[in-house]
């Protein structure tokens, strides 16, 4: 997992909780980078998955709920990174569906060794889209994290509900969004 993910969740936690307990969680999970990450680096997803687990134990929040908290954290970051990629983007539907095709073909660009999920997406009609997410890694919560901070990103009043596609696993998981 790329490094600039490990470095946006460290500053999500000296954001949204403290500097003191970002340094906690690094010092309690014990991480054999030592939790000092660079953006361009590769580290195992086991160390993030530890953080969170830590930071779980210093704020009682589920790890799920913490990891959906970064996915949304993370795409209004990536939305500052990166706001050519929201050029011609007029609502939620729009973005998400061309993250496969075009989002991640520019992030290869970027982080050519990345390994990054596969999204396909079904739009049946206007009002609804289909995402179905896999991966070797168990953050479907940041898929849903991601896909509910663009939807608060274009303001638009959209249900998305969850299905989980790999019996708790967290690498697979379907999102139904309805436009209201």
Do not use: W
């Not at 954001?15 to 660079?38: H, M, N, V, W």
């Not at 303001?155 to 299905?163: C, K, M, Q, R, S």
Request: hydrophobic residues 40%; aromatic residues 10%.
């Amino acid at each position: 997992m790329k490094g600039v993910v490990f470095s946006e969740f460290i500053e999500m936690v000296e954001d949204k909780f403290s500097p003191e307990i970002a340094d906690r969680i690094i010092d309690q999970a014990d991480l054999p980078s030592g939790g000092a990450y660079t953006t361009v680096g590769t580290y195992d997803h086991a160390e993030i998955l530890s953080l969170v687990g830590c930071l779980s134990n210093e704020t009682s929040i589920t790890p799920g709920d913490l990891v959906q908290a970064f996915g949304s954290y993370l795409f209004s970051r990536f939305h500052t990174a990166h706001p050519s990629f929201f050029t011609g983007m007029n609502s939620a539907f729009d973005f998400l569906g061309k993250v496969e095709d075009y989002i991640h073909v520019e992030v290869r660009k970027l982080y050519p060794d990345a390994e990054l999920p596969s999204l396909e997406c079904e739009a049946p009609d206007t009002n609804q889209l289909r995402m179905t997410y896999r991966s070797k890694r168990p953050f479907a919560a940041l898929a849903e994290g991601l896909i509910r901070g663009c939807v608060a990103h274009f303001e638009e009043d959209i249900d998305i509900a969850v299905e989980d596609l790999s019996d708790g696993a967290g690498t697979a998981a379907r999102f139904v969004l309805i436009r209201n």
